[in-house]
């Protein structure tokens, strides 16, 4: 038996055929890929350039309202932002008590941001035309549908 053509009718072949979350992780794992192969001159991944857009829209924040915005676990986010503010793109300051720290975004960081811009479009426009127009659109829709649902909660 081939490992890569699961017997029809099996469990392994109906998760292979239908199965949204795989489906959806390969689609994710392929498209991170892109985007952190285009960031990689800069010694930046897709992951932490997410987090500088959050930090930068919201000025300040806590990992915990990071990893709630971008919907990353909490160790994810840990490990991304001490990463981030040894290389100095992340500023730290007391939070309300002595467990929580107030994140931002420095200079340097804000320039990494802009600089970043011009490879970040060239893998958009990579993914885009590898999903083609009407998988762009449709899975904007979702996105924008899931998201708008989950703001409610």
């Known amino acids: 038996m081939n490992a890569s053509h699961p017997i029809p009718g099996s469990p392994a072949g109906l998760v292979r055929r239908e199965c949204f979350a795989v489906r959806l992780r390969l ?3 392929v498209i991170t890929r892109i985007y952190d192969e285009a960031l990689r001159p800069l010694g930046l991944t897709v992951n932490q350039m997410n987090i500088l ?3 930068e829209n919201l000025s300040e924040a806590e990992a ?3 990893g709630r915005v971008l919907h990353m676990e909490k160790s994810t986010v840990s490990r991304n932002i001490e990463r981030m503010r040894r290389q100095g793109w992340l500023s730290t ?3 309300s008590d002595a467990r929580r720290v107030r994140l ?3 200079g340097r960081g804000r320039a990494l941001l802009e600089k970043a811009m011009p490879l970040w479009s060239g893998a958009q426009e990579h993914v ?3 999903l083609g127009e009407a998988g762009t659109a449709s899975i904007t829709r979702v996105a924008d549908r899931f998201f ?3 703001k409610r909660k």
């Open 64 to 66: 915990g309202d990071i």
């Open 27 to 29: 689609l994710n794992r």
């Open 148 to 150: 708008a649902g989950s």
């Open 53 to 55: 857009a959050v930090l």
């Open 93 to 95: 300051q007391a939070g």
């Open 128 to 130: 885009r035309g590898l």
């Open 104 to 106: 931002s975004v420095t």
